[in-house]
Every structure is written in structure tokens, then in C-alpha cells.
């Protein structure tokens, strides 16, 4: 009788250690699938901030190409104003304003593209990232109480 009744707690500490076994591996598996979400989750918002950022450079690019034929239209109209004072640098003219107004409406669309762009880290990735370690503090400090 003596050796059984010191056998049942020594069972009871391999259950616990059991348990706490699984627990260990349970908590390395949710920690390494938590890790691997969190890295997917980057991923795309950092490629959707990337084709935003795209976007507005090629517009900004596409303004400035703009900005160069506006400016040769001017210089064309200047030219034409000073060498013979007629009516065919009224024309260049009013193509350096139609350009002029597509630069500046490139421009701003490029401007907004970058803007939504930045800043370019992960914000929801980060956000989430956080709210999970303040869950993770909380259940170890429910754990120890």
C-alpha cells in the first residue's frame, strides 16, 4: 500500500509535465502561425503601397514630360510674338495652356498617389502585431495570478 500511494503523485507530475508539454507545443505551433500570418499580411500591404507609389511616380513623371512640351509651346509662342506680331502665336499660345492644365492636373493626381502611398511600413501589420503581444501579456499575467 506505501508504494502505491507514493506511485500517485509521482504519476501526477508526469501528467502535469505531459500537459505542460502540449502546452509548450501548442503555444510554439500558434506563435509560429501568428508569425507567418503577420509576414502575409505585410507582404500585401506593403505591394499595395508599392503599386500606389508606382502610380503617382509615373504621374509625376508623365507631368514633368508635359511640363517640357508646355515650355516649348511658350517658347514657341514667344517666338512667334516677337518675330511677327500675327495671329499663329495666339494658337501656340492656347497649346501651352492646354498642356500647362494637363501638367498641373497630372501633377496633383501624382502628388495624392504618393501621399496615400507614405508612409510605406506596414501599418495594419504592425497594428495587429501589437494588439497581439498586449493579448499575449495579458493572458501571462492572467496565468500567474
Known amino acids: 500500500m506505501a508504494t502505491e500511494e507514493s506511485s500517485a503523485p509521482a504519476n501526477s507530475g508526469r ?11 501548442q503555444l510554439s505551433e500558434q506563435t509560429s502561425n501568428l508569425v507567418r500570418a503577420e509576414v ?47 495671329e499663329g502665336w495666339i494658337a501656340a499660345l492656347i497649346v501651352f495652356a492646354v498642356y500647362a492644365v494637363l501638367a498641373g492636373v497630372l501633377a496633383l493626381t501624382g502628388r495624392n498617389q504618393v501621399q496615400q502611398a507614405t508612409p510605406p511600413a506596414p501599418e495594419r501589420t504592425v497594428a495587429n502585431a501589437q494588439q497581439d503581444v498586449q493579448k499575449i501579456k495579458t493572458s501571462a499575467k492572467e496565468g500567474r495570478a
Open 40 to 86: 502575409e499580411l505585410a507582404k500585401v500591404e506593403l505591394s499595395e503601397k508599392g503599386k500606389r507609389a508606382g502610380i503617382g511616380l509615373g504621374a509625376f513623371g508623365a507631368a514633368g514630360i508635359v511640363g517640357l512640351f508646355a515650355f516649348g509651346a511658350f517658347t514657341a509662342a514667344a517666338i512667334m510674338l516677337l518675330a511677327t506680331a500675327v
Open 15 to 25: 501528467a502535469r509535465d505531459a500537459a505542460m508539454g502540449d502546452l509548450v507545443k
